[in-house]
């Protein structure tokens, strides 16, 4: 994005056509790039010494702090989004892609990939499930609701840079690949990996995961109790008032599914929401993914109640590799 479009994004979550748009996407160029290129040039773009696109420069400019504060919402640099977006240079071009090398894409998820196989099940409403965690029960549940709403569900774990001590792409994979052999329909459910990073935005964040999964061919999507979260850093339910807000403004091209927190209600013996349940504050278990990690990397099985046995076996396999590590 040039400055312009960044500012429009950060300041109004629109792009300069109108059209709503939450997370700026920049690339930042080192202080000796700076000094080399200027607006117009067309230069190319490595890869291990490898060119993988040619650009032409429409823009240079430099994020500020502040910017990147508004963005997250906070100023606190411990916020994971804050701090690798600070970590990088402020210096960003903005620019037109004149050629990339398709290979770099090396079968990464796109449109016409996932619009194709939508077409080939005969799909014709399709609600997208983001997360960035193996499937507990409460995710079980969000997942075989949006079932009842849609012919067919896209699950699409985020496998991109994380902070360290999420959990790991071969977790993830372990734990879904449990719920596709065993437990869900495989004719209505299609699992995929997004390879992008994880900015911890919260709000603006489900808007931006929102988005994307529409582009990729779903007509509804799933946005939980703290979508994107981090912390305390966000309301539990802020999520959703920015999407009803957004809504308001404009299509969004996408139905907006905007779920109550799922827990296991002891009276009810049965994982419910505030919605049709009444013992919220009596007998509610909450399915604690805090918990659920602090477990699963002791070796332990968490409590049935919060996660299948037969998933939390998978992950407890892996060992260390279950969390991103420092390299990653």
């Not at 490898?50 to 640099?77: G, M």
């Not at 002891?266 to 049709?276: F, L, P």
């Amino acid at each position: 994005m040039t400055e312009k479009q960044l500012t429009s994004v950060i300041d109004h979550m629109q792009l300069q056509d109108g059209s709503t748009w939450t997370i700026p996407i920049t690339l930042d160029i080192t202080p000796d790039d700076r000094k080399k290129i200027r607006r117009d040039d067309e230069v190319f773009l490595r890869f291990e010494n490898v060119n993988v696109a040619k650009i032409e420069i429409l823009d240079i400019f430099e994020i500020s702090k502040k910017s990147i504060y508004k963005l997250f919402q906070t100023r606190d640099h411990n916020h994971p989004g804050v701090s690798k977006e600070l970590k990088r240079s402020s210096f960003r071009v903005g620019c037109k892609i004149n050629w990339f090398d398709k290979k770099i894409l090396n079968g990464a998820l796109n449109p016409k990939i996932t619009k194709k196989h939508f077409n080939a099940k005969g799909w014709k409403t399709i609600v997208g499930f983001q997360t960035r965690n193996p499937v507990h029960r409460a995710h079980e549940y969000l997942q075989r609701l949006g079932l009842e709403f849609c012919d067919g569900l896209l699950i699409n774990p985020l496998v991109g840079w994380k902070k360290v001590g999420d959990f790991s792409e071969p977790a993830i994979q372990s734990a879904y690949r449990v719920m596709l052999d065993d437990f869900y329909p495989r004719t209505r459910v299609h699992f995929t990996e997004l390879r992008t990073q994880m900015r911890y935005a919260g709000p603006k964040e489900a808007i931006f995961h929102a988005i994307v999964r529409r582009n990729l061919g779903c007509t509804h999507f799933i946005i939980g109790r703290d979508h994107a979260g981090v912390g305390n850093y966000y309301g539990i339910y802020e999520a959703h008032t920015l999407a009803r807000k957004l809504v308001k403004r404009g299509d969004l091209g996408i139905t907006l599914l905007l779920m109550k927190e799922p827990y296991y209600c002891i009276k009810c013996q049965n994982i419910v929401t505030e919605n049709h349940c009444s013992h919220y504050e009596t007998d509610r278990l909450e399915v604690s993914g805090s918990l659920i990690r602090a477990d699963l990397s002791q070796g332990k099985i968490p409590d049935v109640r919060m996660m299948r046995p037969e998933v939390a076996k998978e992950i407890i396999k892996l060992g260390k590799a279950m969390f991103v590590g420092e390299k990653e």
